[in-house]
């Protein structure tokens, strides 16, 4: 996907290049424009070595006769090129631009040429916000079929506190790769995924978990939202913002993700458990937080609902996908959990293995199938390891219908 980030000049533009990181880890070509104001708060330079790309800062960028000819038409290139255009932070002043068709910059003038999908996400101080000019400037540019992103609420580089804070650039990114993604392939499939760890409560403060991210079901879901399909993510807590047109439900220990996800369970045609469940809960849990003495002290641990044995047990002819995250063993261990839990396929992974897997953005897994088929991917992103699960996904229903 190719993206022009356009860069407006607010305190916000520092969180613009971690848009951009966030934009290329999914995979796009990033081409920043910055307006004049923008250079005030952040260098050039700073994307620049982030996207690889030379950044755009005027429409006269140099004097001689022949990089002036090239110059004055290379906003219609740049409007060629892309598909999309973002602008975050996008101010009051660029808004108030747009929908008037000003176009007195590199920025602006991309704007009128630029014929592909426009994603403005608004930042600013509340006041300015909820201005009328302000909002009649958004409801003509959202008429005009660009697409806002509202600014959340919260404490605001101006001291105050209310709407008009950027959202958190993953969640952007997020957005930009769902609004704009050219497969609409699962527009009639609900795709329920759970993720991340769950927390066992010893006492009030303390608990057991696991070191999973959650980084992988929630690509999952993402994915799934962008293809078209109505995702669903149950998660365990985890420091990851709510994926961009995910359906959320937060949870936090077995039992809780086991109700989400039963609850859910008749809405679905495809259930994905990537969520590392906790194998065990503290039976003799404290309502109290636990004050330390010199005796020995003992947790009595009982096992937690197997989520996805239960899941198996009621699946009707909805496809249900497992994990396994293994130490030693991955195929033998994937084939057992398949049979046992009643899957159609187990996502198998080495979770011992540095720089992939729990905690990182890359992974190497084997799909095993019911069909007997084995599909060992090569080690790549979260987020197209989770495209590849969906397309295998898609391919293995056809084949058990096929045959059934
Ligand atoms: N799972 C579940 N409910 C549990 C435990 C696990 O639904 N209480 C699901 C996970 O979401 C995953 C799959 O079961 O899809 C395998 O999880 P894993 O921890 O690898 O396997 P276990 O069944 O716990 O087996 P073992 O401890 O023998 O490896």
């Not at 022949?66 to 101010?91: C, F, G, K, M, Y």
Request: glycine share 6%; hydrophobic share 45%; with cysteine.
């Amino acid at each position: 996907m190719k993206v022009v980030l356009g860069v407006g000049g607010g305190i916000a533009a520092y969180k613009a290049a971690e848009l951009a990181r966030a934009l290329m880890d999914q995979g796009a070509r990033v081409q920043v424009v910055m307006t004049a104001s923008a250079r005030q708060f952040i260098q050039p330079l700073t994307f620049a070595a982030l996207t690889g790309n030379k950044v755009i800062t005027g429409l006269f960028s140099s004097q001689s006769p022949e990089d002036v000819l090239a110059s004055s038409v290379e906003h219609i290139r740049v409007a060629q090129e892309n598909e999309v255009l973002v602008v975050a932070p996008a101010t009051a002043d660029l808004m108030a631009k747009f929908t008037h068709g000003l176009a007195d910059d590199f920025l602006t003038t991309l704007y009128l040429a630029f014929q592909g999908k426009v994603i403005l996400a608004p930042a600013m101080n509340t006041a300015m916000w909820e201005h009328p000019a302000t909002r009649d400037n958004v409801e003509r540019l959202a008429a005009r079929g660009n697409f806002i992103l509202p600014p959340e609420e919260g404490l605001l580089a101006c001291g105050t506190t209310g709407a008009g804070r950027l959202p958190d650039p993953q969640r952007i990114a997020d957005a930009v790769v769902t609004l704009a993604h050219p497969r609409k392939d699962l527009d009639s499939e609900t795709i329920l995924v759970t993720a991340g760890p769950t927390q066992e409560a010893i006492d009030p403060v303390r608990f057991i978990s696991n070191k999973s991210s959650g980084k992988m079901g929630y690509s999952l879901a993402h994915a799934a939202a962008a293809r078209g399909a109505r995702a669903i993510l149950v998660s365990g807590p985890t420091n990851l913002p709510d994926p961009y047109g995910v359906e959320m439900i937060r949870v936090r220990d077995a039992r809780e993700m086991r109700d989400a996800v039963m609850g859910k369970l008749k809405d679905a045609t495809i259930i994905i458990k990537s969520a590392a469940v906790a194998d065990y809960f503290v039976l003799n849990q404290s309502t109290q937080k636990i004050k330390k003495t010199s005796a020995r002290l003992s947790l009595e641990l009982d096992p937690t609902p197997d989520i996805l044995a239960e899941v198996g047990r009621n699946k009707g002819d909805r496809l249900l996908i497992g994990f396994a995250a293994e130490t030693q063993n991955l195929l033998e261990e994937g084939r057992r959990k398949m049979n046992t839990k009643n899957c159609d396929m187990v996502v198998a992974n080495l979770v011992n293995q540095e720089g992939i897997g729990f905690e990182s953005d890359r992974n190497k897994v084997t799909l095993v199938m019911s069909t007997g088929e084995v599909v060992s991917l090569p080690e790549a992103a979260k987020h197209d390891i989770a495209h590849q699960i969906l397309d295998h996904a898609m391919r293995l229903r056809l084949a058990i219908f096929s045959k059934a």
